[in-house]
């Protein structure tokens, strides 16, 4: 491979994941382009970017939620290209949960791609000794607006806010630990939308009218907030959270 350094981006097949993968490549990361269920867009991103800068851009697909998962990625990873320098926590599992219904399997799904997976994929890609900043995406409204019938996705959320804070005083200085918690960010969806966007745009559309700026945020916005985390521009910001909310978590 080139000079680039590897950032692997998790749940970077489509979305918002996706945004965060073109900002990288175009900063001059080659990056690691994890997927669990959307390998086909994956491929075409890949594609995409590659044709921009020749071996910029690989896919690695693995179901996070599996046990072993994270440590198996991180070490195909390190042996087909490099090991990551920087790693950016995106992928995320969104399903409301109302009390009274709330299941064991519901709280596992969350607690699974909202927590346990973006400790270990740490834990591992900071084992390979390359790892050198961290930027897990967040939800403001786990920590400013908890809302009913999402019980069981807040506390998973907000775990990870907690753990970025953690990380970010237990792996200093080797290692900077950053987040960026989301507000209403517009993305595309699927034909047709999946159960969780089908959620997420109902709330979008309920929530808009609270938004302070009077819009939704834009997946390269969001993207811009995780690219200049990992630049050295933002040498001295660890455990910091930037809020990409349209200031709703002030209304």
Not at 57 to 77: K, S, Y
Not at 123 to 145: C, E, I, W, Y
């Amino acid at each position: 491979m080139d000079e680039a350094k590897v950032a692997l981006v998790t749940g970077a097949g489509r979305r918002i994941g996706a945004a965060i993968a073109r900002r990288l490549q175009a900063d001059g990361w080659a990056v690691a382009i994890h997927c669990g269920r959307s390998r086909a867009e994956a491929d075409v991103l890949a594609a995409e970017l590659n044709a921009l800068r020749a071996d910029s851009a690989r896919v690695f697909a693995a179901d996070l939620r599996d046990e072993g998962a994270c440590e198996q990625l991180l070490t195909r990873l390190a042996v087909e290209w490099s090991a990551p320098a920087a790693l950016v926590n995106n992928a995320s599992s969104y399903l409301p949960t109302p009390f009274g219904s709330v299941t064991a399997a519901a709280i596992d799904e969350l607690i699974a791609t909202n927590l346990k997976a973006p400790l270990l994929l740490t834990q591992a890609a900071h084992a390979s000794g390359a790892l050198r900043v961290v930027v897990n995406l967040l939800d403001t409204h786990s920590r400013h607006q908890p809302r009913a019938g999402f019980s069981a996705y807040t506390a998973a959320k907000d775990a990870l806010w907690a753990l970025t804070e953690t990380l970010a005083v237990e792996l200093a200085p080797q290692v900077r630990v950053n987040g960026v918690a989301l507000g209403h960010i517009l993305a595309e969806v699927g034909d047709p939308p999946s159960e969780a966007e089908l959620v997420d745009l109902a709330d979008k559309s309920a929530q808009i009218e609270r938004v302070p700026l009077a819009r939704y945020g834009l997946p390269r916005e969001a993207a811009a907030a995780v690219a200049w985390l990992l630049s050295d521009e933002s040498g001295y910001v660890s455990g910091s959270i930037i809020p990409i909310d349209g200031a709703r978590r002030l209304a």
